[in-house]
């Protein structure tokens, strides 16, 4: 739940109308989870239903891989005219990123640099690093039940897309896990 959610459920109640229930708006935000790793020249995003009868499956139409295809302005632009298009046609407005430190400081060649920006810049999206460690360390303990991969992008890709997956489940079942999150606070959905 965000921090609009209890404002809206704040001016409901101050207008004497009936507020929507933050129990439910909260488990309605933690039904879907979007993460996403880079890899370049790639940004691959997957999102995870993680209310679906059965365990957690992949949202096909709104998981995607964009492509990075080299680093001049007009390449640069062109992504992030898909990247926003896609998140708002989407209504995507969290993003879990997967990155090797939960503090943010993401470690990789300068396409990523370049990936990752283009991110951060995106209007009304709100950005949250997760660590890879606690996710790995997560992974070997739990060994969670995990959906197929919507698509297939080569052998590479087909792993960092199942460290996407695994990102987006860590996300929903660990929201208080605050260390494992950039900001240190707690995830809400």
Not at 52 to 67: I, L, N
Request: proline share 5%; glycine share 6%.
């Amino acid at each position: 739940m965000t921090a609009d959610d209890r404002w809206f459920a704040d001016v409901c109640r101050h207008l004497g109308r009936p507020a929507p229930s933050l129990e439910k708006l909260s488990q309605d935000a933690k039904a879907t989870v979007t993460a996403a790793v880079i890899s370049k020249p790639r940004l691959l995003v997957v999102t995870v239903d993680v209310s679906a009868r059965g365990g957690p499956k992949v949202d096909q139409g709104r998981s995607r891989a964009f492509e990075l295809a080299d680093r001049s302005a007009f390449a640069i632009r062109n992504l992030r005219r898909e990247i926003s298009g896609f998140f708002q046609r989407q209504r995507i407005d969290r993003v879990y990123l997967r990155a090797k430190s939960a503090d943010g400081q993401f470690i990789g060649h300068p396409w990523n640099y370049k990936i990752e920006t283009v991110l951060q810049l995106e209007p009304g999206l709100e950005l949250t690093f997760v660590d890879t460690n606690s996710i790995g360390a997560w992974v070997l303990r739990t060994e969670p039940e995990l959906p197929d991969s919507p698509f297939s992008l080569g052998a590479a890709c087909d792993a960092k897309q199942r460290q996407a997956i695994q990102a987006a489940v860590f996300v929903a079942q660990n929201p208080d896990h605050t260390r494992a999150f950039s900001d240190g606070s707690k995830c809400d959905g």
